[in-house]
């Protein structure tokens, strides 16, 4: 009977070896997905930072076309000032020439202000585009390693599947029919054993005519979690 108890502490092991290697083995996409939604998110940054530093570019060559314009406008004044008719046309091309100046230094200012705005954008082009190769870098190296590491996982995997169809056949008949209906049901998780008298799955303490049974290596199952139950060593 104890050789039942030992095969089914094996069993229980190889289990969680198993979980263990599948999660494992499921972590590596889900490292890879998130490396790339993470490029993607940088990605975007760039597009953003791009777009809005054309954005400043364009209005900053509208502000000095304004500018230029405003310009031209106070070369025309000047002109029509010489050949004013009258004193008071005189005075209303100098009130004219005075607010088209004031425009344009107005302009001026928001042109300088422009223009240092693009010379940081220019900056943050530069740095989302640095982050966007670094996140790259980053996947790729993220994929490299989880390929590697899934070879040797998938290796460890179909060994330890061997030595569980192996251990599983060796398992008493009556025995192995509850074993796999409590094994299919729960996984690795099916299984506990038993320390200080009490299941170690949900620490439920055992009935003396229970630790008798496991001792003796018959099925025991824990009424409170439904576990498989073994001695321990």
Avoid: W
């Amino acid at each position: 009977m104890m050789a039942t108890t030992d095969s089914l502490r094996d069993l229980h092991r190889i289990h969680r070896q198993l979980a263990d290697l599948r999660e494992r083995l499921e972590a590596g996409p889900r490292k890879i997905a998130a490396k790339g939604a993470l490029v993607k998110q940088l990605e975007a940054a760039q597009i953003k930072a791009e777009e809005d530093l054309k954005a400043a570019r364009i209005a900053v060559d509208q502000k000095q076309l304004e500018l230029k314009t405003g310009e031209g406008k106070i070369e025309d004044l000047r002109v029509k000032l010489n050949t004013a008719a009258s004193n008071r046309e005189y005075q209303s091309f100098l009130e004219q020439i005075a607010a088209s100046e004031m425009a344009n230094s107005v302009l001026e200012d928001e042109i300088l202000e422009a223009l240092e705005k693009i010379e940081q954008l220019q900056i943050g082009v530069g740095q989302a585009k640095e982050a966007v190769e670094a996140g790259k870098a980053e996947l790729a190296k993220t994929e490299k390693t989880v390929a590697e590491e899934t070879d040797g996982l998938n290796s460890e995997v179909q060994r330890l599947e061997g030595e569980l169809a192996e251990g599983e056949r060796a398992l008493p008949g009556d025995f192995r029919a509850e074993y796999q209906r409590i094994v299919q049901a729960k996984g690795e998780d099916g299984m506990a054993e038993v320390e200080a008298d009490c299941c170690c799955g949900c620490f439920q303490r055992l009935t003396p005519n229970n630790l008798n049974e496991v001792a003796m290596g018959r099925v025991v199952t824990c009424s409170a979690c439904g576990r498989l139950l073994y001695s321990g060593e």
